[in-house]
């Protein structure tokens, strides 16, 4: 399990991050889309990690909404 951040992009694509996987971003040109591309690009990740003898990071993020 991964937390994302996702949000709109300036051109009209949805972008998502997974801060705890750091360079793990992908879009979709839906929310739906980019949920799906960052699923995949989070297995990716972790198999790359794996494949080169890394340890994988642990799931370390917390959100918190402020009112500024």
Same mark, same amino acid.
């Given at each position: 399990?991964?937390?994302?951040?996702?949000?709109? =992009?300036? +051109?009209?694509?949805?972008? #998502? !991050? &997974?801060? %705890?996987?750091? =360079? &793990?971003? %992908?879009? =979709?040109?839906? /929310?739906? +889309? &980019?949920? /799906?591309?960052?699923? /995949?690009?989070? !297995? $990716?990740? *972790? %198999?790359? $990690? /794996?494949? +080169? =003898?890394? %340890? *994988?990071?642990? !799931?370390?993020? !917390?959100?918190? $909404?402020? #009112? *500024?």
């Amino acid at each position: 399990m991964r937390q994302i951040i996702i949000y709109p =992009g300036e +051109d009209g694509y949805w972008i #998502a !991050e &997974c801060p %705890s996987l750091p =360079g &793990c971003v %992908s879009q =979709g040109k839906t /929310k739906s +889309d &980019c949920i /799906k591309n960052i699923k /995949k690009a989070i !297995e $990716l990740y *972790v %198999s790359a $990690l /794996k494949e +080169d =003898g890394l %340890s *994988v990071p642990e !799931e370390n993020f !917390e959100a918190m $909404l402020i #009112a *500024v």
